[in-house]
């Protein structure tokens, strides 16, 4: 059965997208990871336009973190204040973000740095945390090796306009915070993701946060930013496709909920190492994509009032 | 039910044209299964039925025409390893959908001067190409349009090779072109052309309009004309959808 997707202008299989929110879904809730870094690769693979892709996939994102958030919440899991801190980055990070992305459309080569950035954060994300999982097993095999601090204080913590987050138990620079915001928010807008594989490792390395409230706090700020890149994308290049954000949402949802039941019988550092290695794989065949010689080097794009 | 109609009306014309008495020689009468074509939700592509009769033409072909547009062609080049777009052609006044049927092939019913005139066939369509954005690269114009017909036929918009149209008795004539889901909207032009010994002996035009219709229309002019609101309501979509989901899912 086929949909007529109205902004993407072509038809798809409704059973394909239902079944890849669902798979992406059933990845995202297995791992706690919004899956946009596998969905907008994806969307593009299926031959949906690459700004179409990324402006629907930040709608899809909204939904999900909003359903995500809400059981953070509940259990006080969440740290308002540094959230706060964080999405005013990101609002300024992901206006910029949008900014750049409509100027890179018009040069012709937002498709290359969307790729060579999914390459550069999957390829660095995706290293770190094979790394870091393959360490813990290996140390949970071997008790006697020693346990690290809890965070380090270097030179990060002596920067001004010091703020107390009580729920992070921190006492640092909100400079620190709105940067990493910032820098996630532009990312989010350039890729079509949350962002929340580069938010998660940097509020828990760089920022020093407690695990137990990270992933609370980021889905709620990525509410914020992934909501103001739809909107901003919607105004400056109306890319955003409310019909296949819906399908790819439906989808999503149900996968969702399969994946955190599976998730409980799967070892954390197991669940890592996995991860890791499908990071590096979307990694490797965009790599792969960007050095094999195209099907035609020759591409097409059909200029709007001409 | 629908075939049934058209294979009537089919038979309808040619009898009408077959009694004619003293009609004027090779005159063109050409009818579509359907002048208006509606993009709805299930859109998948459309088969339109071009039928028609004359008398005593040798050859018809038929020149299937989409509304203009602008491409900017581009041209990736390794660079530092990567392929990347290094140059662009702005190629205007191209039809978005280009497809010709014909009895015979072209170069069969009629001199090349006739066929270019009408730019009947894709070799034949003219395309403006700017000669100010010549570069040094050693890249032709050619290639450019090359690549565009290339790629447009990729996307099913151009029909390189010409469809068959069956001839009977030199007085009817029937063909049936396929719009692909993408075809974009606007007035499109079915131009019919009859041929004897070689000579262009009449011509009629029949137009076709597509449209959006339905709920996709909506959407989609509700996200150019008012695109503000088009963002809000994405955005209470996802909002609404993500909270109904989390209650749904808590409760079981």
Redesign the interface.
């Known amino acids: 059965m086929?949909?007529?997707?109205?902004?993407a202008?072509?038809?798809v299989n409704i059973f394909l997208i239902l079944a890849m929110g669902g798979g992406v879904g059933f990845l995202s809730g297995l791992f706690g990871v919004g899956g946009g870094f596998l969905m907008t690769p994806l969307l593009i693979f299926i031959g949906v336009p690459a700004p179409v892709a990324v402006g629907t996939e930040a709608?899809?994102i909204?939904?999900?973190?909003?359903?995500?958030v809400?059981?953070h919440w509940r259990r006080g899991n969440v740290d308002f204040k540094m959230g706060g801190v964080l999405l005013m980055g990101g609002f300024a990070g992901s206006s910029a973000g949008v900014a750049l992305f409509k100027y890179l459309q018009f040069i012709?080569?937002i498709d290359?740095v969307i790729k060579?950035c999914f390459v550069i954060f999957l390829g660095i994300i995706g290293a770190l945390m094979f790394w870091e999982s393959i360490r813990t097993i290996i140390r949970s095999r071997n008790p006697a090796s020693r346990r690290s601090k809890l965070h380090q204080h270097n030179w990060l913590h002596g920067l001004p306009l010091k703020v107390r987050f009580r729920k992070s138990k921190l006492y640092i620079s909100a400079i620190l915070p709105f940067s990493i915001g910032a820098v996630v928010g532009v990312l989010s807008a350039i890729m079509g993701v949350g962002g929340g594989f580069i938010m998660i490792p940097a509020m828990i390395y760089l920022l020093g946060m407690p695990t137990s409230i990270v992933i609370g706090t980021s889905l709620f700020q990525i509410?914020f930013v992934t909501?103001n890149v739809?909107?901003?994308?919607?105004?400056t290049v109306?890319t955003?496709d409310?019909?296949l954000?819906?399908l790819l949402?439906a989808g999503a949802?149900v996968g969702a909920?399969f994946g955190s039941k599976y998730s409980v019988r799967m070892k954390g550092e197991q669940l890592r190492a996995l991860l890791a290695t499908m990071v590096l794989g979307v990694c490797v065949k965009i790599v792969f994509d960007?050095?094999v010689?195209?099907v035609?080097?020759?591409?097409?794009?059909?200029?709007l009032g001409? | 039910m629908k075939n049934n109609f058209l294979f009537l009306l089919f038979l309808a014309s040619f009898f009408v044209i077959a009694f004619r008495s003293g009609a004027s020689a090779n005159q063109l009468a050409v009818e579509l299964s359907s002048n208006q074509v509606q993009?709805?939700?299930?859109?998948?592509?459309i088969d339109l039925l071009l039928f028609g009769t004359t008398n005593g033409a040798d050859d018809i072909i038929v020149v299937i025409k989409g509304p203009p547009?602008?491409?900017?062609?581009?041209?990736?080049?390794r660079v530092a390893?990567?392929?990347?777009?290094t140059e662009?052609v702005?190629i205007?006044n191209t039809p978005n959908f280009y497809a010709v049927a014909a009895t015979r092939p072209l170069d069969q019913i009629s001199n090349k001067s006739i066929l270019h005139a009408h730019e009947i066939g894709i070799e034949n369509l003219s395309v403006s190409i700017p000669e100010e954005k010549r570069k040094s690269s050693n890249t032709t114009f050619n290639d450019?349009r090359q690549?565009?017909f290339?790629?447009?036929s990729?996307?099913g918009l151009f029909i390189i090779q010409p469809l068959k149209i069956n001839l009977i008795q030199n007085q009817l004539f029937k063909t049936e072109i396929h719009f692909p889901?993408?075809m974009?909207t606007g007035t499109y032009m079915a131009q019919i052309y009859s041929f004897k010994k070689g000579t262009l002996v009449d011509t009629i035009n029949k137009l076709i309009s597509v449209e959006?219709v339905g709920?996709?229309?909506e959407?989609?002019g509700l996200?150019?004309k008012h695109?503000?609101l088009?963002?809000?309501?994405?955005?209470f979509?996802?909002?609404a959808?993500?909270?109904i989901?989390?209650i749904i899912?808590?409760k079981?």
């Open positions: 086929h949909i007529y997707l109205p902004i202008e072509m038809s709608n899809q909204v939904a999900s973190s909003v359903s995500g809400l059981a012709g080569q290359l060579l509410i909501a739809t909107f901003l994308q919607a105004v109306q955003v409310i019909l954000a819906v949402l949802v909920q960007l050095v010689i195209p035609d080097l020759y591409s097409l794009t059909p200029v001409g | 993009i709805n939700t299930g859109f998948n592509g547009e602008t491409n900017l062609v581009r041209k990736k080049s390893g990567v392929w990347a777009n662009k702005l205007k450019y690549a565009l290339r790629l447009k990729r996307l889901p993408n974009s959006k709920l996709g229309a959407v989609f996200a150019h695109s503000a088009y963002g809000i309501l994405a955005i979509i996802a909002v959808s993500g909270w989901a989390a899912f808590r079981v």
